[in-house]
């Protein structure tokens, strides 16, 4: 069949007949999207359930016998990977990069749609072929999700045998699935805009995801090969990561490779892959504190150089993660000095964020709740990574439960709030209906004090020296008793949060059916996906004409216009002079 680019045509897209093309083999880039973010929810829920067990275990130890040292091990490891990878970034690229780039560009869809739905299909089998190594003899791998050689693939470490094998196939399969989406994403915000749509007029959440999907290309190909060359060290008795080491008084049959190569090429990727997570979360954040409080970004045009800023910086920094590996002080310097630099974009964006709500008028609505609780969860996430980028503080606290409390508070907790604040947000174009605005505040303000009961004491917990990683700490000398009452309240909380999350669940199925029918731009947007003439957008997203812009993302409040927006295609109306206009004339 000839290829017939269609996502920037006036054409329009002819609707599949079938069941099974249109919901199923879809090329459609929504119902990809819709594809992603179920299996990225699905796969994400077995890692909170991996969590509330692992949870059980530390705050009630010897009560769960059904929790053993080596399934911990492969619950943390298992629950990482995949909050990281397989919910995460799956769900902000697959998922929302899916949905919005295309109707916020006003394309008709992503220029390879063939390609984007073979994506989809890769991720699900990366998936699938994850949660068998849960069935296989020996189980998952125990290894961290850092998956550091020699011990991710020698005896003695959980799921040495085929867990870990199936966790490096698995990822390769991720990557190749990222990959072919990652390369429609970039062409289709560069190739398929529409008219009008200059760069400098794209909103923020369309920044932060093509950003991100260009840091995920340069990044990735770093874990592939890791995992490729890791594959051969587990399978055919290479040496790439594993130097000579006696086991149990016997020499075994390797010698000469580097743990620290490994190091280096995980860090290489998993650096930057903290910033796929999170550019993603700015941008749409951005896009919601603007449209909630009826203000325009505060510094847009600053706001897209620090995403590319950051970005760049993001592949300067990865040795932060290896200050206790005994790296040259001059090294140490130089990742301190880079990570710390990293910080000043980082502070422009939380300062705007703030600057965008000052005297907006302000609607707390159930997305904006959310990306003002991740204003507050990414300060403080935030506030100790500048503890931690310094060697000497990090020295310490390096594998201690402050690491694990730092974390979770900047791309754990952060970024899922956005994600909660972005369904919350376009599920009612997703879907056509309304969802329940009670519930929604309830799951706000239990996931928001729920979170920080989870994280804030583990801060404390660590800088008493309780380390990561450990299944019980039974009478060490120097944890006080205090620790094991803090542990089980953290669990309390942990345990609420899990429970939180059915409200959410509810909410959304039920919504489906019973939710009130929403209106095509219920919150009275400018962006492009809410001026579609249909809700849910059709197949090909614009009717006959694509539509044409001719303002920024951010007109919001305009003084002398008659609403307190005016959507990006609405022409520039001569006489209103206070109409600001970014991009192509000033
Ligand atoms: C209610 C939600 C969550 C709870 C209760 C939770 C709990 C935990 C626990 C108990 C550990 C193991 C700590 C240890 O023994 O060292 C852990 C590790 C981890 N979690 Fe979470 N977590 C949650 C959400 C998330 C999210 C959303 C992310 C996404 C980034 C995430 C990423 C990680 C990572 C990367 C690790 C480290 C795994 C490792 O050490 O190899 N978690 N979490
Ligand atoms: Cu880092």
Redesign the pocket.
Known sequence: MAYVAIADRDAPIHDPHTFFLKYIWSQDHKVIAIQYALVAIFVGLV??VL??L??LQ?GFPDTFHFIDPNQ?LQF??M??MI??IY??TALFLGGFGNYLIPLMCGARDMVFPYMNMLSFWVYLLAVLVLLSSFFVPGGPTGA???LYPPQAVLTGTPGAGLGIILMLVSLGMFIVAFTMGGLNYVTTVLQARCRGMTLMRMPLSVWGIFMATILGLLAFPALLVSAVMMTLDGTLGTSFFLPAISSMGEQLNHQGGSPLLFQHLFWFFGHPEVYI?ALPAFGIVSDLLSTHARKNIFGYRMMVWAILAIGGLSFVVWAHHMYVSGMNPYFGFFFATTTLIIAVPTAIKVYNWVLTLWKGDIHLTVPMLFAIGFIFTFIHGGLTGLFLGNVTVDLPLSDT?FV?GH??MV???S??LVVFGAIYHWYPKITGRMWNEKLGKLHFWLTFLG?YA?YLPMHYLGILGVP???YALGDTAFIPDSVHTINESITIA?LL??AAQVVFLYNMIVSLRRGEKAPSNPWHATTLEWQTPDTPPKHGNWGPRLPVVHRWAYDYSVPGAKEDFIPQNEPVDPYLTAGRDHGVRH
């Open positions: 890692a909170l969590s509330g692992m949870r530390l911990y943390v490891t629950h990482g909050m990281v919910l995460l961290g999700w850092t997570v439960y694990v974390f979770h791309m754990g907790v970024p899922i979170t989870i990561r990683r450990y942990a949060v899990a």
